[in-house]
């Protein structure tokens, strides 16, 4: 029962800023580990970044200094603030939850329904 809802992307010029946002609801569970994705077409999905339980966050290459994940638990929720955008920024970001619901196993099988990013002057 638990979904993903995103939120935030659209269309900024580079060395703009967007955040993102995903929050999950939907029965009893808890969340310990989130994570954002993107896809851009004609390309593979990739990890942007990552946080888990202890707060400890992980970031690809690409957008280490630029990106933020943060997590707001008493929302259930887990923002991906982007500064200086770039033109290869552009993609369906994704939100993805390592969660367990009651009286189900542990899964990071949750997805948002993405939202664009897209970078363009």
């Known amino acids: 029962q638990v979904q993903l809802v995103e939120s935030g992307g659209g269309l900024v010029q580079p060395g703009g800023s967007l955040r993102l946002s995903c929050a999950a609801s939907?029965?009893?569970?808890?969340?310990?580990?989130w994570d954002w994705y993107r896809q851009a077409p004609g390309k593979q999905r990739e990890l942007v970044a990552s946080?888990?339980?202890?707060?400890?966050?992980n970031y690809a290459d690409s957008v280490k200094d630029r990106f933020t994940i943060s997590g707001d638990n008493a929302k259930n929720t887990v923002y991906l603030q982007m500064n200086s955008l770039k033109p290869e920024d552009t993609a369906v970001y994704y939100c993805?939850?390592?969660?367990?619901?009651?009286?189900?196993?542990?899964?990071?099988?949750?997805w948002g329904q993405g939202t664009q990013v897209t970078v363009s002057s």
């Open positions: 939907g029965g009893f569970f808890t969340v310990y580990a």
């Open positions: 946080i888990g339980s202890g707060g400890d966050s």
């Open positions: 993805n939850a390592d969660l367990k619901e009651s009286f189900k196993r542990r899964t990071s099988d949750y």
